[in-house]
């Protein structure tokens, strides 16, 4: 993977790394930066936790996927972001949701260049080895 790739993957990786310890430390500014309210009761519990749990794993297997001979774990977070902006993209087209463009954007195309970063690092691995 050339270093270009590596340093927009590792600025990927710390930011929703980061996104998930602010769901740890301060979630209300954490929710309100993706647009939601905070919860009550247990469903407060579900969100903070659940919300923290998505980004710091997606963040954290990111970064390990930056490591020499560790691009294959770039999949795994490329599924998780795409998989995210399908459901974000079934909520608007199902349970009327509004219509969250720029998260999908982002997702979308943070998905691919995960996954163009793993097959780079992929190949670069195979030939090494």
Known sequence: ????????IIVLGV????QGLG??????????????PVLDGLAR???FG???AFFLTLGSSILVGCMPGRSRVLHFPAALLATAALGRTLAWMLHGADFAALFIAVETIGALVLLVAARQ?????????
């Open 1 to 8: 993977m050339n270093s270009k790739l590596r340093i927009a």
């Open 50 to 52: 659940d919300f923290a």
């Open 23 to 36: 769901w740890v430390v301060a979630p209300d500014r954490a929710a309100a930066g993706l647009g939601m």
């Open 15 to 18: 930011a929703f790394t980061s």
């Open 121 to 129: 690092g992929w190949n670069v691995d195979r030939s090494v080895g």
């Open 45 to 47: 519990s579900t969100q």
